[in-house]
């Protein structure tokens, strides 16, 4: 079983930035992706961004440039830096992580992120 404790989601004005992390606790044994999706009120969700443990990135279009993934692997963490925030980035931010084939994969518990104009 594996715990993710998020933090860092706010209320920001457009242009500016927030830093998401995400903690993860208990086996990560086999877990190789971290990474970040979000949902928007009405949408489905998406990928935003993840993170192998080689440091291998996937970035979602909308976002590139301007969100950056990292991860600590001694800390089991994972980070979502957001710069240039816009009003479209509003949403609740996921953390996910898995194993490569998906057949290990946890969420959690979301944190909200707006973006004021």
């Known amino acids: 079983q594996v715990q993710l404790v998020e933090s860092g989601g706010g209320l920001v004005q457009a242009g500016g930035s927030l830093r998401l992390s995400c903690a993860a606790s208990?086996?990560?044994?086999?877990?190789?992706?971290m990474g970040w999706y979000r949902q928007a009120p009405g949408k489905q969700r998406e990928l935003v961004a993840t993170?192998?443990?080689?440091?291998?990135?996937n970035v979602a279009d909308s976002v590139k440039g301007r969100f950056t993934i990292s991860r600590d692997n001694a800390k089991n963490t994972v980070y979502l830096q957001m710069n240039s925030l816009k009003p479209e980035d509003t949403a609740v931010y996921y953390c996910?992580?898995?194993?490569?084939?998906?057949?290990?994969?946890?969420w959690g518990q979301g944190t909200q992120v707006t973006v004021s104009s």
């Open positions: 996910n992580v898995q194993n490569d084939y998906g057949t290990i994969n946890y």
């Open positions: 208990g086996s990560m044994f086999g877990i190789n992706a």
């Open positions: 993170i192998i443990s080689s440091g291998s990135t």
